[in-house]
């Protein structure tokens, strides 16, 4: 594939399944090993950019970068790292819609590596469990933390709430800005990017039209962006 075709791929935004793409052996260095490794030809590009890495500022630049490529802004790749999801018996009986908004989305861009930053609103209705409040807001925060597509994001909240909470009443909508678009090509610095996903009851016109009420239809009047 010529350079052309990547930089169309990128921008017409394509993932090609709900799952993050990921080889057999992803895992089989250790953090210690990537880190290391990834160091060594991160120094390598910063070489071929002319830098001088003999300089006190940035002599250790590609270790800080490996560090935080692995241990924070991607740490989400590896499963051993998900939020333990407590759910508990709906005790209550509450069986009305249950609305988590504003949930701070902290991710990056899979084809050119750029922050994506903005909100996600999630609510699901109730049948025999519930879930403790702050474990959506780590789910988020976990899946929002690996090179990501937004779309990707969406279903795969969606995906993860529906079997943890055994029912398909589910929705899933983010509110996103994407630092590939307000700061190379098109550079526009005022769009942002919804999607919705959602299941069961969600499907009926009128519970999606309640929840769009509560979240403010994520308009950026709203501060939902």
């Not at 017409?12 to 880190?35: C, G, Q, W, Y």
């Not at 241990?71 to 051993?80: M, Q, R, S, V």
Request: proline share 4%; charged share 25%; with cysteine.
């Amino acid at each position: 594939m010529d350079n052309n075709n990547f930089d169309i791929i990128g921008d017409n935004h394509v993932m090609t399944n709900s799952e993050t793409p990921l080889r057999s052996d992803a895992f089989d260095k250790s953090d210690e090993e990537k880190i290391k490794n990834i160091a060594h030809h991160f120094e390598g590009i910063m070489n071929e950019l002319g830098l001088d890495l003999t300089d006190e500022s940035l002599s250790g630049t590609p270790y800080r970068f490996a560090k935080m490529y692995v241990k924070e802004l991607f740490y989400g790749l590896n499963p051993a790292n998900k939020p333990k999801l407590s759910v508990f018996p709906n005790k209550y009986g509450y069986s009305k819609m249950l609305v988590e908004q504003n949930i701070n989305i902290d991710s990056s861009c899979e084809h050119h590596f750029l922050p994506i930053t903005g909100h996600a609103h999630i609510a699901y209705v109730p049948k025999q469990k519930v879930i403790g409040l702050s474990k959506i807001n780590r789910l988020v925060d976990y899946f929002s933390h690996r090179p990501q597509v937004q779309e990707r994001l969406s279903l795969q909240l969606l995906k993860e709430l529906q079997e943890t909470l055994e029912t398909k009443d589910v929705i899933v909508m983010i509110c996103g800005k994407h630092l590939c678009v307000s700061s190379r090509g098109i550079k526009d610095k005022n769009s942002f990017t919804t999607t919705v996903e959602y299941g069961g009851c969600f499907e009926n016109e009128a519970y999606r039209k309640e929840f769009f009420n509560i979240v403010g239809s994520g308009f950026p009047s709203q501060n939902t962006y």
